[in-house]
């Protein structure tokens, strides 16, 4: 029988399909094992080479647990709403769901074809109405919840609604950011819009004005992760902030429980350390500023202290005429010279003065162009403008003025920093650059190259603070705050509350109808709510969602006023995708207790790290609060995560010549490439350095383009499709069939005729030519050959460049494997016992398969299965008791070729080497029956002795002394002492 890889594979394939082969058992007396990938957004390429090397690795490890004997959740599923199949949708007016379908369909094929054991029971979609019912069921519970300071958890709004009606919100300690109080009675004669007003500022789920990052021209809100250097990630659009109405999630009320979660499980410290920066948790003080006005008409910029006022200076706390600050280093208090507020503080068209509102204003504008990663990110450009403002400072009453700057966000902290550029380098270099004097209030520390950031060191020039030691300042400065009542010690958390509006059209709708301005949710028994049809996928001409252009009809439910227009974010529906798996036609629940209860947390989560404070961060947010309200019984969704690196691709260039023209009356170049000819010049990587100016005029003057004082400008590489270039020589004849604008290209080839191509390992990507996909691979080589291969090519963690050299070396294994079972086509498999060698070989592969696999070194194994085989081909083994052994360590890496060698040439039932029991290692097996003692005299080494492994010191010198050669060499002299160490040496000394 020959290795048909293809015929192989295909019958598994299909065997696995009927026979439900890896369909998970809910509740099985077995021990569970959840194995998971992060699912796949389908997009319209398909996968290429890198999207499968961590469903691979996933897949391994999912059936080396079962050869375990453990019962093992393995599941799929599709991310299938997002934006590209929406701009799709925009441009061809075909519906996002027909795109997602073909698109999903794609993917499965090329899943399939890699032959991974996934329970395909349990897919899940999240663009289907069965399963978005329960991500909008979430949502409601959300909406419906408050989370108690108290309890230290989320609970639903009917007890804080109970309290109200009882005390009013007097008692209440909640995450919120409402500080007005009211009394029972007060409570109850509100209207209803008041009470859902003030219950709106509790919610976990609520909406508010929050500024976003708007991209008009996708006429959508973006994630901070979908703005790249001001611009759209798709399209590369204009994005600029924009105060908007929108849903939010209030996850900062979870910010301490998801630092203190991360030391319960088992991540990476990268990707624990990513996320403990973004939740970003700081001690300090929220301090208040006074504003001090002038009078009017007086002074536009700013006035005297005698012409103005000292507005409430002495009331202490937070009124509409305080600028508050928070700040972790309330120690350098008395260092503060001016005051940066962000430029979309609600404060700065109030206090800016007249004289300088149109620069204020122009440089709001500017601002609300970026990003606020960008912003952030931007430390090299400095930029500001004064208000005309002052606020005054609650210990000295010394007037600071106030500026703006796109450095500080709004979204952060209040929106406002006390600027102190002695000990903070990006104030120190705000000052410097519009001239603001600094205070310098460390003792002995030079600042006129730069701030001093260290945290240690003496206060000076400060008042009650001033010979103190840095920490001891920090404690006293926050006690004195508190004292006078000029603001109150905090601990503060960078984590942002998550927007959760998307004006979108392709994405799971808002269970959410509105009365007279009212949210309300939509009753259970009508979910889901699904999305209505439209007539165009863009927003309104009024700048509405698309949703808005749904009438009543249109929505199979309908209530109130309106339905909500906005669609949720991609990461709701992938937030709780895990649990779904565990009970995934459940009508009822989104996953009953029992089950959820079995399989419990994911054991093993694969995917990339760039999903460290998007996806992994919502999903631990989600999860506790599910625990909170009882409906699962742990808090920390993903045991164990393991990051995969990336893939890369091997790009191939042409080089196209650039050219410039000289005018005779200006000494200025004019640039052109191909626009002013109808064809395109081409020169060989080895040719560019070299002297070719005219071969390029000969090819000017033979197409009839006669151009005088031309100077080449450069060579500018062009991506080229790397299926036309073969170990980087291109095809030339295909090239220019490849793409209409290079049928009539010309090139300048090397002196051997051929064209060679650049090249540059980056990213695997579809615009830069350079994608492999892996059906071709599984055509040619296989899929046992591609998953072994894929992993062979270095650690999992690891980012690598992809390169099929090595391929070819991985077929080969499996073929050379296929051998040791048959030859010319016949069956050599025997009932002979095994050799010990071959149980030495067969023993010490075991060890180092379990190993590796417990250490998930998926690379390694490739190796120990090469050297397994090729040993047992030199010992000429064909025994079944070795061989049976080595197909079940094979069967994760290459389950086609296991199937087939353990039912067709070792004669067990069909499909179950899936549920084989993993060999045992025997370590007595590895240990060698006799050991070889050199026997030394005095120290040099005379002979050999060959004795059993298992003799004592004891038995070795009596061994020895018995023999022969040790008489000769001891000449009828008795020994003064001998010294044995067992397994290795014996030395007489004479």
Same mark, same amino acid.
């Given at each position: 029988?020959?290795?048909?890889?293809?015929?192989?594979?295909?019958?598994?394939?299909?065997?696995?399909?009927?026979?439900?082969?890896?369909?998970?058992?809910?509740?099985?007396?077995?021990?569970?094992?959840?194995?998971?990938?992060?699912?796949?957004?389908?997009?319209?390429?398909?996968?290429?080479?890198?999207?499968?090397?961590?469903?691979? @690795?996933?897949?391994?490890?999912?059936?080396?647990?079962?050869?375990?004997?453990?019962?093992?959740?393995?599941?799929?599923?599709?991310?299938?709403?997002?934006?590209?199949?929406?701009?799709?949708?925009?441009?061809?007016?075909?519906? #996002?769901?027909?795109?997602?379908?073909?698109? *999903?369909?794609?993917?499965?094929?090329?899943?399939?074809?890699?032959?991974?054991?996934?329970?395909?029971? &349990?897919?899940?979609?999240?663009?289907?109405?069965?399963?978005?019912?329960?991500?909008?069921?979430?949502?409601?519970?959300?909406?419906?919840?408050?989370?108690?300071?108290?309890?230290?958890?989320?609970?639903?709004?009917?007890?804080?609604?109970?309290?109200?009606?009882?005390?009013?919100?007097?008692?209440?300690?909640?995450?919120?950011?409402?500080?007005?109080?009211?009394?029972?009675?007060?409570?109850?004669?509100?209207?209803?819009?008041?009470?859902?007003?003030?219950?709106?500022?509790?919610?976990?789920?609520?909406?508010?004005?929050?500024?976003?990052?708007?991209?008009?021209?996708?006429?959508?809100?973006? @994630?901070?992760?979908?703005?790249?250097?001001?611009?759209?990630?798709?399209?590369?659009?204009?994005?600029?902030?924009?105060?908007?109405?929108?849903?939010?999630?209030?996850?900062?009320?979870?910010?301490?429980?998801?630092?203190?979660?991360?030391?319960?499980?088992?991540?990476?410290?990268?990707?624990?350390?990513?996320?403990?920066?973004?939740?970003?948790?700081?001690?300090?003080?929220?301090?208040?500023?006074?504003?001090?006005?002038?009078?009017?008409?007086?002074?536009?910029?700013?006035?005297?202290?005698?012409?103005?006022?000292?507005?409430?200076?002495?009331?202490?706390?937070?009124?509409?005429?305080?600028?508050?600050?928070?700040?972790?280093?309330?120690?350098?208090?008395?260092?503060?010279?001016?005051?940066?507020?962000?430029?979309?503080? #609600?404060?700065?068209?109030?206090?800016?003065?007249?004289?300088?509102?149109?620069?204020?204003?122009?440089?709001?504008?500017?601002?609300?162009?970026?990003?606020?990663?960008?912003?952030?990110?931007?430390?090299?450009?400095?930029?500001?403008?004064?208000?005309?403002?002052?606020?005054?400072?609650?210990?000295?009453?010394?007037?600071?003025?106030?500026?703006?700057?796109?450095?500080?966000? @709004?979204?952060?902290?209040?929106?406002?920093?006390?600027?102190?550029?002695?000990?903070?380098?990006?104030?120190?270099?705000?000052?410097?650059?519009?001239?603001?004097?600094?205070?310098?209030?460390?003792?002995?520390?030079?600042?006129?190259?730069? @701030?001093?950031?260290?945290?240690?060191?003496?206060?000076?020039?400060?008042?009650?603070?001033?010979?103190?030691?840095?920490?001891?300042?920090?404690?006293?400065?926050?006690?004195?705050?508190?004292?006078?009542?000029?603001?109150?010690?905090?601990?503060?958390? &960078?984590?942002?509350?998550?927007?959760?509006?998307?004006?979108?059209?392709?994405?799971?709708?808002?269970?959410?109808?509105?009365?007279?301005?009212?949210?309300?949710?939509?009753?259970?028994?009508?979910?889901?709510?699904?999305?209505?049809?439209?007539?165009?996928?863009?927003?309104?001409?009024?700048?509405?969602?698309?949703?808005?252009?749904?009438?009543?009809?249109?929505?199979?439910?309908?209530?109130?006023?309106?339905?909500?227009?906005?669609?949720?974010?991609?990461?709701?529906?992938?937030?709780?995708?895990?649990?779904?798996?565990?009970?995934?036609?459940?009508? %009822?629940?989104?996953?009953?207790?029992?089950?959820?209860?079995?399989?419990?947390?994911?054991?093993?989560?694969?995917?990339?790290?760039?999903?460290?404070?998007?996806?992994?961060?919502?999903?631990?947010?989600?999860?506790?609060?599910?625990?909170?309200?009882?409906?699962?019984?742990?808090?920390?969704?993903?045991?164990?995560?393991? %990051?995969?690196?990336?893939?890369?691709?091997?790009?191939?260039?042409?080089?196209?010549?650039?050219?410039?023209?000289?005018?005779?009356?200006?000494?200025?170049?004019?640039?052109?490439?191909?626009?002013?000819?109808?064809?395109?010049?081409?020169?060989?990587?080895?040719?560019?350095?070299?002297?070719? %100016?005219?071969?390029?005029?000969?090819?000017?003057?033979?197409?009839?383009?006669?151009?005088?004082?031309?100077?080449?400008?450069?060579?500018?590489?062009?991506?080229?499709?790397?299926?036309?270039?073969?170990?980087?020589?291109?095809?030339?004849?295909?090239?220019?069939?490849?793409?209409?604008?290079?049928?009539?290209?010309?090139?300048?080839?090397?002196?051997?005729?051929?064209?060679?191509?650049?090249?540059?390992?980056?990213?695997?990507?579809?615009?830069?030519?350079?994608?492999?996909?892996?059906?071709?691979?599984?055509?040619?080589?296989?899929?046992?050959?591609?998953?072994?291969?894929?992993?062979?090519?270095?650690?999992?963690?690891?980012?690598?460049?992809?390169?099929?050299?090595?391929?070819?070396?991985?077929?080969?294994?499996?073929?050379?494997?296929?051998?040791?079972?048959?030859?010319?086509?016949?069956?050599?498999?025997?009932?002979?016992?095994?050799?010990?060698?071959?149980?030495?070989?067969?023993?010490?592969?075991?060890?180092?398969?379990?190993?590796?696999?417990?250490?998930?070194?998926? %690379?390694?194994?490739?190796?120990?299965?090469? *050297?397994?085989?090729?040993?047992?081909?030199?010992?000429?083994?064909?025994?079944?008791?070795?061989?049976?052994?080595?197909?079940?360590?094979?069967?994760?890496?290459?389950?086609?070729?296991?199937?087939?060698?353990?039912?067709?040439?070792?004669?067990?039932?069909?499909?179950?080497?899936?549920?084989?029991?993993?060999?045992?290692?025997?370590?007595?097996?590895?240990?060698?029956?006799?050991?070889?003692?050199?026997?030394?005299?005095?120290?040099?080494?005379?002979?050999?002795?060959?004795?059993?492994?298992?003799?004592?010191?004891?038995?070795?010198?009596?061994?020895?002394?018995?023999?022969?050669?040790?008489?000769?060499?001891?000449?009828?002299?008795?020994?003064?002492?001998?010294?044995?160490?067992?397994? &290795?040496?014996?030395?007489?000394?004479?």
């Amino acid at each position: 029988m020959e290795y048909n890889f293809s015929e192989i594979e295909k019958k598994w394939r299909q065997f696995w399909a009927d026979h439900k082969t890896f369909k998970a058992e809910d509740n099985s007396s077995k021990p569970k094992y959840y194995v998971l990938d992060m699912f796949p957004y389908p997009s319209g390429a398909g996968l290429h080479v890198g999207h499968p090397l961590g469903y691979i @690795a996933s897949d391994i490890y999912a059936r080396y647990k079962r050869l375990k004997g453990y019962n093992v959740l393995h599941p799929m599923g599709y991310d299938s709403f997002g934006l590209p199949a929406e701009q799709y949708a925009i441009q061809t007016g075909q519906h #996002p769901a027909i795109t997602t379908e073909q698109n *999903i369909s794609r993917y499965r094929d090329q899943l399939d074809k890699i032959g991974f054991s996934f329970d395909w029971d &349990r897919e899940v979609r999240t663009s289907d109405p069965r399963y978005y019912k329960w991500t909008q069921w979430i949502f409601k519970q959300i909406f419906n919840s408050w989370y108690n300071l108290k309890s230290n958890k989320a609970e639903d709004i009917s007890t804080l609604i109970a309290a109200f009606e009882s005390n009013g919100n007097t008692g209440i300690e909640a995450v919120t950011e409402f500080t007005e109080t009211f009394t029972a009675g007060e409570w109850k004669n509100y209207s209803e819009k008041t009470q859902s007003d003030i219950l709106m500022e509790y919610r976990l789920a609520y909406l508010a004005d929050s500024w976003v990052n708007w991209c008009p021209a996708l006429g959508t809100v973006l @994630a901070n992760d979908e703005v790249i250097n001001g611009l759209s990630e798709r399209g590369g659009h204009p994005v600029e902030q924009k105060l908007m109405r929108q849903w939010s999630m209030r996850i900062k009320a979870y910010a301490e429980r998801l630092i203190t979660g991360l030391d319960t499980i088992d991540w990476t410290d990268a990707i624990k350390d990513i996320q403990r920066n973004w939740i970003g948790k700081s001690r300090g003080a929220s301090v208040f500023f006074p504003l001090w006005k002038a009078c009017p008409d007086k002074n536009s910029s700013g006035g005297t202290e005698e012409e103005g006022s000292l507005a409430d200076n002495k009331k202490g706390g937070q009124t509409d005429h305080t600028i508050e600050v928070f700040t972790t280093r309330p120690d350098t208090i008395f260092g503060v010279s001016f005051m940066v507020l962000a430029p979309e503080h #609600p404060l700065v068209d109030e206090i800016t003065t007249t004289e300088y509102k149109d620069v204020v204003d122009a440089y709001k504008t500017a601002a609300s162009l970026k990003s606020e990663r960008d912003r952030q990110a931007d430390v090299k450009n400095i930029t500001g403008q004064f208000t005309g403002a002052y606020v005054l400072h609650p210990f000295s009453g010394e007037k600071i003025p106030v500026w703006i700057g796109d450095y500080v966000l @709004a979204s952060y902290g209040t929106g406002a920093v006390m600027a102190v550029p002695c000990g903070d380098q990006r104030d120190w270099d705000f000052a410097t650059h519009f001239n603001i004097p600094v205070k310098n209030i460390f003792e002995n520390t030079d600042i006129s190259e730069g @701030a001093y950031t260290e945290k240690e060191g003496i206060i000076a020039d400060s008042d009650f603070l001033s010979g103190l030691p840095v920490k001891k300042a920090m404690v006293i400065a926050i006690a004195k705050i508190e004292e006078l009542g000029i603001g109150k010690g905090k601990t503060n958390y &960078r984590l942002r509350d998550a927007i959760f509006s998307r004006q979108r059209y392709w994405g799971e709708p808002f269970p959410v109808y509105y009365k007279n301005d009212i949210p309300y949710l939509v009753d259970d028994a009508h979910l889901p709510v699904e999305l209505p049809e439209v007539n165009k996928y863009l927003p309104t001409e009024d700048g509405e969602p698309p949703l808005a252009r749904a009438g009543k009809s249109a929505w199979k439910y309908f209530e109130g006023d309106r339905m909500e227009y906005n669609t949720m974010p991609g990461w709701a529906g992938s937030s709780f995708y895990y649990l779904r798996y565990m009970d995934p036609h459940n009508d %009822n629940e989104f996953v009953s207790k029992d089950k959820a209860d079995y399989w419990n947390q994911v054991d093993l989560y694969i995917g990339g790290s760039e999903h460290a404070t998007g996806h992994l961060l919502y999903s631990r947010f989600w999860c506790k609060f599910l625990y909170d309200r009882g409906y699962i019984s742990f808090d920390e969704p993903f045991k164990k995560l393991i %990051n995969q690196g990336m893939i890369l691709g091997r790009s191939s260039f042409v080089y196209r010549v650039d050219f410039a023209t000289i005018d005779n009356d200006t000494p200025e170049k004019t640039t052109f490439n191909t626009g002013l000819i109808d064809f395109t010049i081409f020169v060989s990587k080895e040719k560019i350095n070299a002297s070719i %100016n005219n071969e390029i005029f000969s090819i000017l003057k033979k197409r009839d383009f006669y151009f005088n004082g031309f100077t080449i400008e450069g060579f500018s590489p062009i991506h080229v499709d790397i299926s036309l270039v073969d170990n980087d020589k291109l095809d030339v004849e295909a090239f220019k069939m490849w793409r209409s604008e290079f049928a009539n290209a010309e090139f300048i080839l090397e002196d051997d005729g051929s064209y060679t191509c650049g090249s540059e390992v980056e990213k695997m990507s579809k615009s830069k030519f350079n994608v492999q996909t892996p059906d071709e691979l599984v055509e040619k080589f296989g899929a046992d050959t591609l998953r072994m291969y894929e992993m062979f090519l270095g650690p999992l963690e690891q980012t690598k460049p992809w390169d099929t050299k090595g391929i070819n070396g991985v077929h080969n294994f499996l073929r050379k494997l296929w051998r040791l079972f048959y030859e010319n086509g016949n069956l050599i498999v025997t009932d002979a016992p095994a050799s010990k060698e071959a149980l030495k070989t067969l023993h010490k592969t075991i060890k180092k398969v379990e190993d590796d696999l417990e250490r998930f070194s998926f %690379n390694t194994n490739v190796s120990n299965l090469m *050297i397994c085989v090729n040993e047992l081909t030199e010992q000429k083994c064909h025994s079944k008791e070795i061989l049976k052994q080595v197909v079940i360590l094979l069967a994760p890496y290459a389950p086609h070729t296991a199937e087939e060698l353990w039912s067709e040439a070792l004669g067990n039932r069909a499909g179950t080497v899936s549920t084989a029991q993993f060999p045992a290692f025997s370590p007595e097996m590895l240990v060698e029956a006799n050991t070889v003692y050199p026997v030394s005299f005095n120290g040099k080494m005379r002979f050999n002795a060959e004795l059993p492994t298992t003799f004592s010191a004891k038995e070795v010198e009596e061994a020895v002394l018995a023999m022969p050669e040790t008489q000769k060499w001891l000449e009828g002299k008795t020994p003064k002492k001998m010294i044995v160490v067992p397994g &290795r040496i014996v030395n007489i000394v004479v």
